[in-house]
């Protein structure tokens, strides 16, 4: 079993940039993909980005292509979502997810693949 802790949410205003942060605890067979997701109010889950984590290929939601970047600490068992250049469509919970299967390249973005989810953490951005 695998614990998920977020951290690194804030507010920001529109074009500055956050860290969010994913430790992992508990059996490493248990994430071998992971992948942050998030909710606004009102609006279904989305796929933000994943990642492999042997191997470290790399999935993005084609909204934050460019902007965002998916990458991990094995030394420290976190991921990270540098997000960049944010937008006020950007504000909502991020939660971060694993599961034991390598990601999947198209079933990556669907929540109920994942096993495992952290609380999540607010990303407020303002215009």
């Known amino acids: 079993q695998v614990q998920l802790v977020e951290s690194g949410g804030g507010s920001v205003q529109a074009g500055g940039s956050l860290r969010l942060s994913c430790a992992a605890s508990g059996y490493t067979g248990s994430r071998n993909c992971m992948a942050w997701f998030r909710r606004a109010p009102g609006k279904e889950r989305e796929g933000v980005a994943a990642?492999?984590?042997?191997?470290?290929?790399?999935y993005y939601a084609e909204s934050v292509k460019g902007r965002f970047t998916i990458s991990q600490d094995n030394a420290k068992n976190t991921v990270y979502l540098q997000m960049n250049s944010l937008k006020p469509e950007d504000t909502a919970m991020y939660f971060c997810?694993?599961?034991?299967?390598?990601?999947?390249?198209?079933?990556?973005?669907?929540?109920?693949?994942?096993?495992?989810w952290g609380q999540g953490t607010q990303v407020t951005v303002s215009s």
């Open positions: 997810a694993a599961d034991g299967r390598t990601c999947h390249p198209v079933g990556w973005v669907s929540g109920g693949w994942y096993a495992t």
């Open positions: 990642i492999n984590t042997a191997g470290d290929m790399t």
